[in-house]
């Protein structure tokens, strides 16, 4: 009830970028009742708009006349992280709408799109913005979240109290307590308040380790932390780059010092928001060399916890397969042999013999390579 309310009181501001005339003003004519209204019919005009006026949402057709709407939309997302961009493309091509997901827009329609469709995807997306902009506010204005003990734990309960008022969560729908279920959204969204390529990259880790694990035949509860881990094994990283990740991309390649720092600060933060054991575990150790020449934390061979072991494997394939460290994404039979080419000296050997076989038997249902990278 809340949002609504809200929303009502404070209508949105959405930009319809659309260099044709039809499409244009039935978007204008479906969306105005519910929101501000500007529209642009060329690149120029949608920049002017965006850095003269407040702007919520631009609806982006792919293709303009002085340019191709992908690059806008980059721009966009440069210049104005929080403002969430949703391509309409006229020409379906599933490819170029995940273009679009890979360089940061929220959602994607395609035309001739569905009224109720196009009001609810621009509906979550502008109360997922109300959530990741609270999230940054809370980041920028109270770096106690990252202080000493006490302050800190006061900072992290007033930003949950704050984001469960405003995402409230009854966890009806899942077998999670609505407490958990409330944390995880919450973890979610920082990452994603961080980097929308961040939480991919998190997102992917854990399905790759999670593959990896089902092989082994964990314990449904080792299952259920490495999935975790997997997926919050970054998290520590929201805290030390969050300006970088607005600035600089070599937030993706840290420093050996840097890279201890946010591995504990985030194993730190999962074990004060009472997470299991296992998890801080692997947050903490999954920057491990199995040989332990020059290890973190000094830690080598099985004396690394297995599940971080697992997630140091799972991390590194999606680096190479994302290019995520600037260089060109690999195939995964490439990454395979890179990935074998440090066996003994990064990696579990065993286990990245088994991750091998897993990711080459499933080659056809893994997400797709160099997507949101
Ligand atoms: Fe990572």
């Not at 407040?54 to 721009?75: A, E, M, N």
């Not at 970054?234 to 840290?254: C, L, N, P, R």
């Not at 297995?306 to 290019?323: K, N, P, Q, S």
Request: hydrophobic content about 40%; charged content about 25%; proline content about 4%.
């Amino acid at each position: 009830m809340s949002m609504i309310v809200e929303r009502a009181k404070k209508k949105p501001t959405i930009l319809v970028v659309d260099d044709e005339a039809g499409p244009r003003d039935a978007l204008k004519v479906i969306l105005r009742p519910f929101f501000n209204i500007q529209s642009a019919d060329n690149a120029k005009a949608a920049l002017d708009v965006l850095n003269t006026q407040s702007i919520d949402l631009v609806t982006l057709d792919q293709k303009l006349p002085d340019r191709q709407g992908i690059d806008l939309l980059q721009d966009i997302k440069h210049d104005h992280a929080n403002i969430e961009v949703i391509i309409v493309t006229g020409y379906g091509s599933l490819k170029s709408a995940m273009d679009g997901i890979r360089h940061g827009a929220a959602g994607y329609l395609l035309k001739p799109f569905n009224v109720s469709e196009l009001i609810s995807l621009i509906n979550r997306t502008l109360e997922k913005k109300q959530r990741l902009d609270l999230v940054r506010n809370f980041f920028r204005s109270t770096p106690e979240l990252w202080s000493a003990k006490q302050e800190s734990a006061s900072a992290w309960q007033a930003l949950r109290s704050s984001y469960s008022a405003l995402a409230p969560c009854s966890g009806e729908t899942t077998a999670l307590p609505s407490e958990k279920l409330g944390l995880l959204s919450l973890l979610s969204d920082i990452l994603e308040a961080t980097d929308r390529q961040l939480l991919n990259h998190s997102s992917r880790v854990s399905f790759y380790a999670t593959l990896l694990g089902n092989r082994l035949k964990l314990t449904s509860q080792e299952q259920e932390a490495l999935t975790m881990g997997a997926f919050l094994h970054d998290i520590g990283k929201t805290g030390i780059t969050y300006d970088q990740y607005a600035d600089d991309q070599s937030a993706w390649s840290v420093t050996d010092a840097s890279c201890v720092e946010y591995s504990e600060r985030g194993a730190h933060l999962i074990t004060s928001f009472g997470l299991p054991a296992e998890v801080a575990q692997i947050v903490a150790y999954h920057h491990e060399r199995w040989d332990g020449q020059d290890s973190p934390h000094g830690l080598r061979g099985e004396g690394i916890p297995l599940l971080a072991r697992i997630v140091r494997i799972a991390e590194t394939f999606d680096h190479l397969t994302a290019g995520l460290d600037g260089s060109s994404p690999l195939s995964i039979d490439d990454a395979v042999r890179q990935l074998s080419l440090q066996a003994h000296t990064l990696f579990d050997s065993k286990l990245t013999d088994l991750f091998s076989e897993v990711v080459q038997e499933c080659k056809s249902s893994l997400p797709p390579m160099g997507i949101a990278a």
